[in-house]
């Protein structure tokens, strides 16, 4: 395993091991009370011992075999290409580091319940939430991989560093999420300025509470369409079906489980094995996975018609 295709999955690895080594380490001689409370808002019943909240703890992992799959795919790949996704490319090895990054923080979150954990979980959050809006707006622009790579890097560094801000994570998590639908919705229809502003504000709308913070997305979202509609883009394609479809309806079911298996909810017991929030990391890593193959599906109309 000396060849250096191998060494994106074999950090990969590392960094795994390394966390887990770390984890027991720290968690030798039980954690620290919960600084959540006595019952986790995910419901579960934290537990003494190594993992506080066992279900919710392992279906994490479910990230990390995303993350591994993904950097194991670049092994066969081939160096550059036109699309990134297809190659061992910066934008691969950080949407891999994203599902990997998660799947580590989530379980340091739910296994300790400790800030620590929380602050591991969001930040890694930030990394993923913001990988679509921005490798598609840079996709878009005609960004090399070198340049995404810095815009990641530079982005995400004051994503997390924001997090000091109160309600921040979720503010901006959500926003980047609609950024990314306004973009896919300006790749297809770009000059209509009106669709491009509905499609992220309805999804916001059903998927948030009503607030101030919606409010401001929203006109956030109302800016981006004018400049969205008016801005120079490059033409791609990306095949919505099955990948796109299949991401949506696995993230949307998750979603679902979320809410259903919080507190006082129809699928909250709090010490069965069966979680809503373990439901939402499996079918949620899926839509990460597919996501990842829509991605992938794209392709540049000129090469199409050679």
């Given amino acids: 395993m000396s060849d250096s295709r191998w060494r994106p999955l074999q950090l990969g690895i590392g960094v795994v091991l390394l966390s887990a080594t770390l984890y027991l380490y720290?968690?030798?001689?039980?954690?620290?009370?919960?600084?959540?409370?006595?019952?986790?808002?995910?419901?579960?019943?934290?537990?003494?011992?190594?993992?506080?909240?066992?279900?919710?703890?392992l279906s994490s992992l479910a990230y990390v075999v995303v993350g591994l799959y993904i950097l194991q795919l670049m092994v066969n790949c081939r160096g550059r290409g036109e699309n990134p996704l297809l190659e061992r490319s910066y934008a691969t090895g950080v949407y891999a580091a994203a599902a990997v990054?998660?799947?580590?923080?989530?379980?340091?979150?739910?296994?300790?319940?400790?800030?620590?954990?929380?602050?591991?979980?969001t930040s890694a959050m930030m990394l993923f939430f913001s990988f679509p809006?921005?490798?598609?707006y840079g996709r878009l622009r005609g960004?090399?991989?070198?340049?995404?790579?810095?815009?990641?890097?530079?982005?995400?560094?004051?994503?997390?560093?924001?997090?000091?801000?109160?309600?921040?994570?979720?503010?901006?998590r959500t926003w980047m999420l609609g950024?990314?639908?306004a973009l896919e919705v300006a790749l297809r229809y770009r000059d209509r300025g009106v669709l491009i502003f509905l499609v992220p504000t309805i999804c916001d709308a059903v998927l948030a509470p009503i607030g101030t913070e919606l409010y401001v997305r929203i006109a956030l979202y109302a800016i981006l369409a004018l400049l969205f509609s008016r801005m120079?883009?490059?033409e791609i394609r990306r095949r919505a079906s099955p990948w796109l479809v299949l991401g949506i309806l696995s993230y949307l079911s998750a979603?679902?489980?979320?809410?259903?298996?919080?507190e006082q909810r129809a699928f909250c017991d709090?010490?069965?094995?069966?979680?809503?929030?373990?439901?939402?990391?499996?079918?949620?890593?899926?839509?990460?996975?597919?996501?990842f193959w829509y991605f992938a599906s794209e392709t540049s109309p000129a090469l199409e018609d050679e």
């Fill in 26 to 57: 720290l968690g030798r001689t039980g954690w620290e009370p919960s600084s959540i409370g006595s019952q986790s808002m995910w419901c579960e019943y934290p537990r003494a011992g190594l993992l506080r909240e066992r279900s919710n703890a």
């Fill in 101 to 121: 990054l998660i799947g580590l923080g989530s379980f340091a979150m739910h296994g300790s319940n400790t800030r620590l954990g929380v602050y591991a979980d």
């Fill in 133 to 136: 809006a921005l490798y598609t």
């Fill in 143 to 172: 960004w090399s991989d070198a340049r995404f790579g810095m815009m990641a890097l530079l982005v995400n560094s004051l994503l997390i560093g924001g997090q000091v801000l109160p309600h921040w994570g979720d503010f901006i």
């Fill in 179 to 181: 950024v990314w639908l």
């Fill in 232 to 234: 120079e883009f490059i």
């Fill in 255 to 262: 979603h679902v489980f979320w809410k259903l298996g919080v």
């Fill in 270 to 291: 709090p010490q069965s094995w069966f979680q809503g929030h373990a439901v939402w990391h499996v079918l949620s890593a899926l839509a990460m996975l597919f996501f």
